[in-house]
């Protein structure tokens, strides 16, 4: 209880994210229980967890899946032991590698650690969909394919008045009845040629007509057009698609792609064609497959020969952070940190009034983890769990409710200004603000309108379950529940007490997400990964077509499967 007290207070004196005192305790460890998860039996401060045994998952309730996922982010964030070849952290031992952007041809390579080598951090992050095409989610939280618009000399979107001019359109507003209204670089409303139905005569960049519905779309509050098969229609550049994202310190969010040992083997043994009959269509969730990729581990040719895995009832895992440079931090020891190299602009980001910063140069820093999802297979859950974590000073939450120690319905304020991440100005929106900085090659340029720097950003659904849910209360019960519970278990002064689960989601009775009914916490998303992509859910892009593996032959790797790395990534070795 001391320990939850100091972590308490710490919360609140960096106006982070604070945890309802009175939550009804319905998801919990027991100290027995959570002595013995470390690997020393007993609780120390930054002391080493082991994995989750997903190779025997036996769930008894929403709570089991909970209690997986933060176990398995204490064992990543915890120092290696020697069985993993040691290092700072799991996540930076042997066990795990490092997935390469994208190259030329569209492919991935796996990184293995080493001594002084760099890992991969990247100031974007891919939201594709589950083909890899481009998307974006409306307010309402439904997935959109996104259409490119053909654009005039100065990068507007390209329409034709009714005297058939054209016309660069600098603005797209919606009437009270969602009808667009087009307005030209002088704010004058444009007299635009319409189809039958009233939508605005358009072609796409590529010279084809594109089939308009006489009615727009909210996409991060601002009016999308949209075509006749629920496409976004991508009205400028930098405006619909994924991004780059700035801190309030001034620092990029940088991204890092990680798989474990047993995914960079089992991908790299379905590759070469060592794991047949029957060939999986699944990630491994059976002791049978773990033993066909420890053979193919055995067999490898030197360096990559593996006798066994140190941690195999982790199964595959696969893992995606964000981090930001700790200048500027006001308790960078508050922080799970690494040493990193990353990429330098000029003119610098943070100059006033910039609209476009250009790759430099290189530099040596100090990265602090600000969010981090975790994806891992687990016995009768081929489709695998997902969750995801935050540092507790990021974002705000709304207001929400939860089931009191009395047995009644708690009421949570939102959270206000000041000391946040990603905010300054609390919660205070329903969705977070437009995005700022869009990526172009090797450049970063403004929305425009708009001038590179922070933006204010909101959690959408406090703990991944929207308000309109009949699971609202209860999920969020849950998730503070075993936040408080974890908080209060862990040593004073662990870094780990300064992150929290936002939820986790999973397909009840397991099962591929195309057939099954998604549950858990199924709206959760990281303020920091999924910033202008709220509210939205996992299974809405990682999908499948009936093979959760998916194939190699979509764009960039892509094709149906639920891992949108698995299929462009090349095997360790041939």
Request: aromatic letters at 8%; a negative charge; glycine letters at 10%.
């Amino acid at each position: 209880m001391a320990a939850f007290t100091l972590a308490f207070l710490s919360q609140s004196a960096n106006a982070g994210t604070t945890l309802p005192p009175n939550v009804m305790s319905t998801c919990v460890f027991t100290p027995a229980e959570f002595n013995g998860i470390f690997e020393s039996g007993s609780v120390s401060k930054n002391g080493g967890v082991q994995p989750a045994n997903s190779f025997a998952f036996t769930p008894n309730s929403l709570c089991s899946f909970y209690k997986w996922s933060a176990q398995m982010f204490l064992w990543l964030t915890s120092p290696a032991p020697s069985r993993a070849g040691g290092g700072a952290h799991v996540f930076e031992s042997p066990l795990f590698f490092a997935v390469s952007p994208l190259d030329s041809s569209g492919q991935r390579d796996l990184i293995p650690a080493a001594p002084g080598r760099s890992l991969p951090f990247l100031p974007l992050i891919s939201q594709r969909g589950n083909k890899g095409q481009e998307v974006v989610f409306d307010s309402k939280g439904k997935i959109h394919d996104v259409v490119r618009a053909a654009v005039g000399p100065n990068g507007k979107l390209l329409a034709r008045d009714r005297a058939g001019q054209s016309v660069e359109i600098d603005n797209v507003q919606a009437a009270p009845d969602g009808k667009p209204i087009l307005l030209d670089r002088a704010n004058r409303r444009v007299d635009f040629q319409a189809t039958r139905g009233g939508a605005p005569t358009l072609f796409s960049d590529t010279g084809a007509p594109l089939a308009l519905r006489a009615d727009t779309v909210l996409v991060n509050g601002r009016p999308q057009l949209v075509t006749t098969s629920g496409a976004v229609v991508q009205t400028e550049e930098g405006q619909a698609g994924g991004g780059a994202l700035m801190a309030q310190n001034g620092s990029l969010v940088f991204y890092l792609l990680q798989v474990n040992d047993v995914w960079a083997y089992f991908n790299t043994g379905m590759k070469n064609n060592k794991i047949t009959n029957p060939t999986p269509t699944t990630f491994p969730t059976l002791g049978s497959g773990l033993g066909q990729i420890t053979t193919v581990a055995q067999q490898a040719p030197a360096p990559f020969t593996k006798s066994a895995f140190p941690d195999n009832v982790a199964m595959a895992v696969e893992v995606k952070s964000s981090w930001i440079e700790t200048t500027g931090l006001a308790n960078p020891d508050d922080y799970i940190t690494i040493d990193a190299t990353i990429p330098t602009y000029n003119p610098p980001l943070t100059t006033p009034n910039n609209t476009r910063s250009v790759q430099a140069d290189t530099k040596q820093t100090k990265l602090a983890l600000v969010g981090i999802h975790i994806v891992g297979s687990t016995l009768d859950h081929p489709e695998m769990l997902w969750a995801t974590f935050e540092h507790v000073n990021n974002s705000p939450n709304p207001q929400y409710t939860f089931t009191t120690t009395a047995n009644d319905m708690g009421t949570q304020p939102a959270d206000g200004p000041g000391g946040w991440l990603f905010s300054s100005t609390g919660a205070t929106a329903a969705n977070p603000n437009n995005q700022r900085i869009s990526p172009e090659g090797t450049a970063l340029k403004a929305v425009t309108g708009q001038t590179i720097g922070p933006s204010d950003v909101v959690r959408i659904n406090p703990w991944g379950t929207a308000s309109s849910s009949a699971q609202f209360t209860s999920n969020n019960t849950d998730i503070v529940s075993l936040n408080k519970n974890v908080l209060g278990l862990l040593a004073a002064g662990d870094a780990r007490q300064n992150y929290l689960l936002v939820g986790a989601t999973w397909v009840l009775g397991g099962g591929p997400p195309s057939k099954g009914v998604i549950v858990g916490t199924p709206q959760m998303a990281n303020s920091t990964m999924e910033t202008f992509f709220q509210p939205s859910n996992c299974f809405d892009c990682h999908f499948d077509d009936g093979n959760m593996l998916g194939t190699p032959s979509g764009p960039s790797g892509f094709d149906g499967g639920l891992s949108h790395i698995w299929a462009a990534t090349r095997p360790l070795f041939p």
